[in-house]
């Protein structure tokens, strides 16, 4: 981490005192700069009291509701923005915006939709026991949902990724729901388990990485637009999938695939010739109308 001033950023270190109240409980005293280095992984783990405190208050916050939770959210990113371009002032804002739900068994249905998450939102390992909904919310940071069980249907609609959108290794029991989202960084559905299928259709995702991913039901990506890289190598379909109207700005990457159904790429459009090498589908293909390089 860059050199940091506590002097020189008074203001904004008043401000992240004032919106986090918590880092005082915790055993880094008042070094805000060695509780965020904890936080961001520079100098070993972090203390259990600093970890039991972050979480304390992520859990605390959300359940005072959604109000109070994105004023919250406004207030971190506003003191972001003042932060600017200084790589340690911002590295601390980030630390202390983190939202820590890692591990969290939620048995009962939970709703986090038009929550405005400004740091890292961290749901790894995590267990939905019934429905959660995320519909509408925004993360700013990275969305970490890495080994998540979904068990209950999984709503992401409408949702803005700004940046990474990790579900690599999750398991959604439902179909997951994706529609009109944008995932305006990476999308990473690495070895993902979708056992009732999912839906994507009007998504827009920068680079996608679906590679071993499992579709145990109908994959619907109609009118998804694709802005970086697409990968599907590996995956399998049991059932169809459909990619009409869908746009592929580079390259996508069907090698390998597996479809027990139907594939559908009706008016897809191709800007590069798309990789279909062993590419394997039970039930026929529809490319009427759709266009790629000669």
Known sequence: MTKFNPQRNSTVVAELKLLNPWVENTD????????????????????????????????????????????????????????????????????????????TRFTEEVDFAALVFPGRADFCGSEFEADCWFQGSTFYGTAAFRQVSFMGEANFERATFYSLADFANSVFMQA??????????????????????????????????????????????????????????????????????????EGVDLSRVDVNGAAWFAKAEFASLPKFEDMYVAGGGDFQDSTAPA
């Open 176 to 249: 997951g729901q994706f529609r009109q989202a944008q995932i305006l960084g990476q999308a990473m559905f690495e070895h993902t388990d979708f056992a009732r299928g999912a839906w994507f259709s009007d998504a827009k995702i920068g680079e996608a990485a679906f590679a071993d991913s499992r579709f145990g039901d109908a994959a619907a990506f109609t009118n998804c637009e694709f802005s970086g890289p697409a990968s599907f190598e590996r995956s399998m379909f049991q059932k169809s999938c459909g990619f009409e109207g869908a746009k592929f700005l």
């Open 28 to 103: 880094y005293g008042d070094d805000i700069v060695q509780l965020a280095r904890a936080l961001l992984g520079d100098i070993g783990p972090i203390s259990e009291k600093a970890h039991f405190e972050q979480r304390l208050a992520t859990m605390g916050r959300f359940a005072s509701g959604r109000t109070a939770w994105n004023t919250w959210s406004q207030d971190m990113l506003e003191v972001r923005g003042i932060a600017g371009s200084d790589p340690a002032l911002g590295a601390v804002c980030d630390a202390l915006a983190i939202a820590n739900f890692s591990g």
